[in-house]
């Protein structure tokens, strides 16, 4: 029973009914190895590595034969398609289907194994040649393999396109962060919105809000629930749970109100939330310095901060061995001097302007995980 249950996938097309075959994968694929590219010119031939696309060189070393690179070395459970001619490095094997197996419906079987676990190193992940040939996988008819080949080439596609989309947004948003905010010392930045003309102000941060500073006794059980906050979600794909009421360290500081969360360590990472209203019994991590101010609008502070300028100037003053383990001191940031509009009209709608397009960003984020997790779904229904 179980046997026949693994020869019948749960989900496919009409009109197919007929059992799959089990193979290895020997009998499916000749798996060919890469090769060093250092001896070659440059040239419009791409060579690729388990990271993608490095360069492009003047020969190929599959000249009209689409393939599949995996990798032998480093990334092996990454496997993508190689659109002939390519050269490939010799950490990435090329997988090149024999006849009768259909390109787009081995790919899709390449993604749908689970590489790791025929990892054969104890340090970097490595695969071998006669691992890969001998996993045994399941294959219906050249017809239905060419409809889900084809139907999963599709759904690619359209995640490829939301993908490009996400990068276009992200490279916009950057783009306005430079140019809404002075930069190389100058009061007034490259672009602002109609109607604000004057120059911008230098203050101290400090002399514009305070720290929150009231902990609370760790013992004590704060507030589980979320709060509705802002903040750049797609560069890390996860919600602040260490944020509220969810935090695991002794320090936890009362939070209420507006108030704008900076973390302390790695202020590249820009873990910066922008709470618009805490809960009752909220709290803060101890890792984060809660700044509140009635003076400055905190979704534009909130928006400063995620700049390349503000990021950099915070690196700088931050103390610590390493990147990873250097922090900014409260201290620091009361001290650190930010330029502003003098007008809040202004630092309202440059922050709401900004805080738009994470808006945006967030929702093509949250269509293309939708997408990536459609996609994991079929693998699993449409094969053995």
């Known amino acids: 029973m179980k046997d026949n249950q693994?020869?019948?996938?749960?989900?496919?097309?009409?009109?197919?009914?007929?059992?799959?075959?089990?193979?290895?994968?020997?009998?499916?694929?000749?798996?060919?190895?890469?090769?060093?590219?250092?001896?070659?010119?440059?040239?419009?031939?791409?060579?690729?590595?388990?990271?993608?696309?490095?360069?492009?060189?003047?020969?190929?070393?599959?000249?009209?034969?689409?393939?599949?690179?995996?990798?032998?070395?480093?990334?092996?459970?990454?496997?993508?398609l190689l659109k002939a001619p390519f050269w490939t490095v010799d950490t990435l094997f090329y997988v090149v289907p024999r006849v009768d197996y259909n390109l787009n419906f081995v790919n899709s079987i390449f993604q749908k194994i689970n590489w790791k676990k025929y990892d054969e190193s104890t340090g970097v992940p490595s695969l071998s040649k006669s691992t890969i040939n001998s996993v045994i996988i399941s294959f219906p008819s050249y017809e239905e393999q060419k409809q889900i080949g084809t139907f999963f080439q599709q759904l690619d596609k359209t995640i490829a396109l939301h993908q490009r989309k996400l990068t276009k947004l992200k490279e916009l948003k950057q783009g306005y962060l430079q140019k809404m905010f002075p930069k190389n010392g100058s009061k007034f930045p490259q672009l602002r919105f109609a109607g604000f003309a004057d120059a911008w102000e230098q203050r101290k941060l400090g002399d514009l809000g305070d720290i929150l500073r009231k902990s609370i006794d760790p013992q004590l059980t704060p507030s589980r629930e979320f709060v509705e906050y802002s903040m750049p979600s797609y560069d890390r794909g996860k919600r602040p749970n260490r944020v509220l009421g969810e935090s695991m360290q002794s320090t936890r500081l009362k939070i209420s109100g507006t108030v704008l969360l900076i973390n302390k360590l790695n202020v590249r990472q820009r873990r910066i939330w922008f709470v618009k209203k805490a809960p009752e019994n909220a709290v803060a991590s101890g890792e984060f310095v809660p700044f509140q101010s009635f003076e400055i609008d905190l979704g534009f502070l909130h928006q400063l901060f995620l700049s390349d300028k503000t990021t950099s100037e915070l690196q700088s003053i931050s103390s610590g061995t390493s990147n990873s383990q250097k922090r900014v001191t409260p201290s620091d940031l009361l001290h650190y001097p930010i330029c502003i509009p003098t007008t809040k009209g202004e630092q309202v709608v440059v922050g709401r302007f900004l805080s738009s397009i994470d808006n945006l960003i967030t929702l093509h984020q949250r269509k293309l995980e939708k997408l990536q997790e459609l996609k994991k779904g079929y693998l699993q229904k449409m094969f053995c």
């Open 6 to 80: 693994a020869k019948y996938p749960q989900l496919r097309f009409k009109c197919f009914t007929d059992p799959w075959e089990q193979r290895k994968l020997e009998k499916l694929v000749d798996v060919r190895s890469g090769h060093d590219y250092k001896h070659l010119n440059r040239g419009n031939i791409p060579v690729y590595g388990t990271g993608g696309y490095m360069l492009s060189v003047d020969k190929a070393l599959s000249e009209n034969e689409d393939a599949i690179g995996i990798g032998r070395k480093g990334t092996i459970d990454n496997p993508f």
